[in-house]
C-alpha cells in the first residue's frame, strides 16, 4: 500500500521492534516509528536499516509539530490497544497533524463479530520456536476475561534453555465499524475504503483514511 499510494515519507504508530519501519526503510522510504515502549524500541534500533528511521519514545503526543507524512499506518492491531473514547480520539487527531492534507492512515482491527478471542487458548495458540543464540521458547495465549466490547488475555514465554517463564498481561478494545467510522470524521479523515486482510481473510478489517483540510489539535 506505500506503493500503492507512491507514499515517500510513512509514519509507523505503534511501531514496536521495528521490523517494518526498517524493512521501508531499507526501500528509501523516510519513516518516523513512535512507540511507547522503550525496550521494544532498543530492540528497533539493532536491525539492519534502523540509522535510517527517526525513532521516538512515547505515543503520538510525541510527534514534533512540524512532522507531515504521506501515510500513516497502525500494524499489528495497534488501534486496539486504545481502551477509551478519549485515548483513541486523542491518538486519532495527533496522527492528523501528522499527516499532510490528502495523505492517508492505514490501519487493521479485528472483526468483532467473528470472535477471535475464542482461539486465544494454549490449545490453539502453543507455538515453539528455535531462536539463534537463545534456543527452543515456547509460546502461547490465556484467555483471561471477555466484557464487550474489552478483551483481556494473558501471552505466556518459556525458554527451554532455564526453564524461565515471563508473561505480559493486555487488554483491547473491539470497535464496531459505526464507532471506528465516526472516531476517524471527528478526527478530520474521510474513509475512502475498507479492505478486506489478504493474511485474515474476513476476520479483520484494513481501513484507509485519508485527511482532509487544515489539521488542528485540539485542547
Known amino acids: 500500500m506505500v506503493d500503492e499510494y507512491g507514499a515517500r515519507s510513512v509514519l509507523d504508530v505503534g511501531c514496536g521492534t521495528g521490523t517494518f519501519a526498517c524493512l521501508l526503510a531499507r526501500r528509501g522510504i523516510g519513516v518516523v516509528g513512535v512507540d511507547p515502549a522503550l525496550a521494544s524500541l532498543d530492540v528497533a534500533q539493532r536491525k539492519l536499516g534502523a540509522?535510517?528511521?527517526?525513532?521516538?519514545?512515547?505515543?503520538?503526543?510525541?510527534?514534533?509539530?512540524?512532522?507531515?507524512?504521506?501515510?500513516?499506518?497502525?500494524?499489528?492491531?495497534?488501534?486496539?490497544?486504545?481502551?477509551?473514547?478519549?485515548?483513541?480520539?486523542d491518538t486519532l487527531r495527533h496522527v492528523r497533524a501528522a499527516v499532510r492534507s490528502g495523505g492517508r492512515l492505514v490501519f487493521e482491527t479485528r472483526d468483532p463479530a467473528r470472535r477471535a478471542w475464542e482461539d486465544w487458548t494454549p490449545e490453539h495458540s502453543r507455538v515453539t520456536t528455535d531462536v539463534e543464540g537463545v534456543g527452543r521458547v515456547e509460546s502461547w495465549i490465556d484467555l483471561l476475561a471477555v466484557d464487550p466490547p474489552y478483551v483481556s488475555f494473558r501471552g505466556s514465554v518459556r525458554f527451554e534453555s532455564d526453564g524461565a517463564l515471563?508473561?505480559?498481561?493486555?487488554?483491547?478494545?473491539?470497535?464496531?465499524?459505526?464507532?471506528?467510522?465516526?472516531?476517524?470524521?471527528?478526527?478530520?479523515?474521510?474513509?475512502?475504503?475498507?479492505?478486506?486482510?489478504?493474511?485474515?481473510?474476513?476476520?479483520?478489517?484494513?481501513?484507509?483514511?485519508?485527511a482532509r483540510g487544515a489539521a488542528r489539535i485540539g485542547a
Not at 75 to 88: E, I, K
Not at 189 to 204: C, I, L
Open 166 to 210: 515471563l508473561t505480559s498481561d493486555s487488554t483491547l478494545r473491539f470497535r464496531t465499524q459505526d464507532e471506528i467510522e465516526r472516531s476517524l470524521a471527528a478526527a478530520g479523515f474521510d474513509v475512502e475504503e475498507v479492505r478486506d486482510a489478504p493474511d485474515r481473510p474476513g476476520r479483520e478489517w484494513v481501513y484507509v483514511a485519508r
Open 51 to 89: 540509522d535510517r528511521v527517526t525513532w521516538i519514545h512515547g505515543d503520538a503526543a510525541a510527534l514534533p509539530a512540524d512532522l507531515r507524512v504521506d501515510l500513516a499506518v497502525m500494524t499489528g492491531n495497534v488501534a486496539q490497544v486504545f481502551l477509551t473514547d478519549q485515548a483513541w480520539a
